[in-house]
């Protein structure tokens, strides 16, 4: 029995007997997402819940499947915008796509795929390198709203800028414009962008591997697991890569966790892009 508690050890305590409920319960498991970002998370959801200690979330989440899974949602970051990292799409366009050319038919899947602007600019880089037609995109998140909201393909007309900016950094090659058509105060975009895109709910956590893909795009999603899952979700996405397939993270996570970095060979390590070796 520990005699002195600190706040911050109970409510590592109370956090865990929280998950641990979790699990049993819906079979989610959150033990090993980054417990600082978390606890974060968590505090934001009893403020706006008027809770004052998170163990009192147990009995309501154990009750109230619909107040759970808002929490659920309130995990989940859905931040992301088109042509995220334009020097990354910039390097995918001259190092990774004259290879993707040369094959008869190609797949790629995005996880962790938010509102699906990163899908869409893909699809647009994709057209403008003539093979949009040879190439079966998933696109996957645990989000449903998320995953609705890249299925409408609908964005505010205020991150035009933005989009075009980064459209033209990336190398483009036409008018961003040419791809949406303008609604009132939002943008939609081009069906013909879509016709290629399969959006499914896939969990990186508690789900399996999505067949042998030529292009793997996971960015932006590791760094909210700890070390141990961000291991898991990588392996899984080794095994869903082809033989020489590619592999893309976000500029602020590394492989340096994963038992796969030595499965893998550098493309662009600055700009997070990776190829499997044959064997
Ligand atoms: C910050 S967004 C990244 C979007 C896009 N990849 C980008 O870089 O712009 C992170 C996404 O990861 C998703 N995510 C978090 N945990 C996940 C999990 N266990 N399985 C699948 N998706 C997850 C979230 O729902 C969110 O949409």
């Given at each position: 029995m520990i005699e002195?508690?600190?706040?911050?050890?109970?409510?590592r305590l109370e956090l865990d007997l929280l998950l641990d409920a979790v699990k049993t319960r819906y079979g989610y498991d959150f033990h090993d997402y980054a417990k600082a970002s978390m606890i974060r998370r968590v505090k934001k959801y009893m403020e706006q819940?008027?809770?004052?200690?998170?163990?009192?979330?147990?009995?309501?989440?154990l009750h109230d499947n619909r107040a759970f899974y808002r929490f659920?949602?309130?995990?989940?970051?859905?931040?992301?915008e088109m042509f995220r990292d334009p020097d990354v799409f910039k390097t995918l366009r001259e190092e990774v796509i004259p290879?993707?050319?040369?094959?008869?038919?190609?797949?790629?899947?995005?996880?962790?795929?938010?509102?699906?602007?990163?899908?869409?600019?893909?699809?647009?880089?994709?057209?403008?390198?003539?093979?949009l037609d040879r190439c079966q995109i998933?696109?996957?998140d645990f989000n449903?709203?998320?995953?609705?909201?890249?299925?409408?393909?609908?964005?505010?007309?205020?991150?035009?800028?933005?989009?075009?900016n980064n459209y033209s950094l990336s190398g483009g090659k036409n008018k961003l414009s040419d791809y949406w058509v303008s609604l009132y105060d939002s943008i939609k975009v081009n069906s013909r962008l879509s016709e290629r895109v399969t959006f499914a709910n896939?969990?990186?956590?508690?789900?399996?591997?999505?067949?042998?893909?030529?292009l793997?795009?996971?960015?932006n999603v590791l760094i909210y697991f700890n070390e141990q899952l961000q291991d898991r979700a990588l392996t899984l996405i080794n095994d869903s890569l082809c033989p020489r397939g590619f592999l893309c993270i976000g500029r602020r996570e590394n492989l340096k966790f994963s038992q796969i970095r030595n499965h893998l060979e550098d493309v662009s390590n600055r700009f997070r892009i990776y190829r499997k070796l044959s064997s």
């Open positions: 002195t508690c600190t706040v911050a050890d109970l409510e819940a008027g809770i004052s200690h998170i163990s009192e979330l147990i009995p309501l989440f659920v949602k309130s995990l989940s970051v859905v931040v992301t290879v993707l050319k040369t094959y008869p038919f190609i797949k790629i899947w995005h996880a962790g795929c938010a509102s699906g602007q990163e899908v869409y600019s893909m699809a647009i880089m994709l057209e403008e390198e003539g093979i998933y696109a996957t449903d709203d998320a995953l609705k909201l890249a299925k409408k393909g609908i964005y505010p007309a205020e991150d035009i800028e933005l989009y075009e896939h969990n990186l956590v508690t789900d399996g591997v999505f067949g042998e893909m030529h793997v795009m996971c960015r």
